[in-house]
């Protein structure tokens, strides 16, 4: 169980997965997550599930290497075991029929919306695509967002690909917003923060896949509190996604801010240990 079937470097720090996981596969819907330990003394991290295939008994996970436990998957390959993986877990996507529809993504978050874009497709909506990334080196999964989208437009910081800004700055120009029925952002905090305040201003209805501090996602460690709505809600069980309009974003920065002392030491130490430092 749970063997490395295939590896698939997207970009420099961002590789796609491939996973023998067959019971997940069966269960599994877009929205959902998995938490895994790429060895046995690793940390717990949660990870999106991209997809998965009943028939094959496989599932498809993005990891971005940028933290211990993170840079430890990253670098595992084809024909090792992981650990440990638990899921599905979370709730899936609000998923219906509605007309048009605005998926946005930044960043790794564009893995999520994949699938979450995928099924707003397959339940007969119209559907746009706007992503952002840091340079075109970092854009990832596109041939898959074209496949499944009408439409797919990318930002990016330096303008190397696409239009030159922030996804909410392509977001601003975006011309097709009348008629717009349904909005889900899936990325950093800050720019699920600004894209919920400008949809909030068009009046659409948006949905947010939050990325709260997740340990054991059962909501018994109380790490993935967020505030929607003024009441605390439990993301790894009532979550990831909720109504952006009503989420505490600068609330849940700060939360997940608390670790990253803790968790820039045990990088580096683990970096020392791999004589990757001075």
Known sequence: MNRILAKKQLTPEIVQFEIEAPRIAKRWKPGNFLILRPRPDSERIPLTLVAGDAATGSITIVVQAIGKTTFELASMQPGEFIADVVGPLGEAATIEKVGRVLCVGGGVGVAELLPVARAFKEAGNYVSALCGARTIHH??????????????????????????????????????????????????????????????????PTYASLNPVMIDG????????????????????????????????????????????????KFEEHLCKLGLTR
């Open 139 to 204: 854009i990832i999964l596109d041939a898959e967002l074209r496949d499944c989208c009408d439409e797919v437009l990318w930002s990016t910081d330096d303008g190397s690909n696409g239009f030159k800004g922030t996804v909410v700055d392509l977001m601003k120009a975006w011309n097709k917003r009348e008629g717009l029925a349904a909005v889900h952002v899936i990325g950093p905090i800050p720019m699920m923060k600004y894209v919920a305040l400008l949809t909030k201003e068009w009046g659409v």
């Open 218 to 265: 059962t909501g018994m460690c109380g790490g993935c509190r967020v505030t929607v709505g003024g009441k605390v809600r439990f993301a790894c069980v009532e979550g990831p996604e909720f109504d952006a309009h009503q989420v505490d974003f600068d609330e849940l920065a700060r939360r997940n801010r608390a670790y990253s002392d803790h968790e820039r030491k």
